[in-house]
């Protein structure tokens, strides 16, 4: 059974950083499109990045590009995303994802991932 836990979520005042990890088990951590994507109430789930393990490649939201960094850490087997710089429009609950559609990884479209952790909330206050 997949199972994705995330943490390293909490609440920010503006202009801080956050990190965010997420640690896949029961999963085949490399070469999967794996990714973070955040959700806010009312709203549909929204890609911010997405990584392809076997080659490193990234794609990212404009609204996140030059803040935000998806990393993969090998040994330890876990997923992060680096969050520098945050707005206040960057609140919302997060979800790491894997299993996604290898070919199409970078359209970070929500639909195409078959696992989701249960999300940890980032807020973000002036």
């Known amino acids: 059974q997949v199972q994705l836990v995330e943490s390293g979520g909490g609440s920010v005042q503006a202009g801080n950083s956050l990190r965010l990890s997420c640690a896949p088990s029961g999963y085949t951590y490399s070469s999967s499109c794996m990714g973070w994507f955040r959700q806010v109430p009312g709203k549909e789930r929204e890609g911010v990045a997405t990584?392809?393990?076997?080659?490193?490649?990234?794609a990212y939201a404009d609204s996140v590009k030059g803040r935000f960094t998806i990393s993969q850490d090998i040994a330890k087997n876990t997923l992060n995303l680096q969050m520098n710089n945050l707005r206040p429009e960057d609140t919302a609950m997060y979800f790491c994802?894997?299993?996604?559609?290898?070919?199409?990884?970078?359209?970070?479209?929500?639909?195409?991932?078959?696992?989701w952790g249960q999300g940890t909330q980032v807020t973000v206050s002036l």
């Open positions: 994802a894997a299993g996604g559609s290898i070919p199409h990884c970078y359209k970070m479209e929500a639909l195409r991932f078959g696992y």
């Open positions: 990584i392809y393990t076997g080659s490193g490649s990234t």
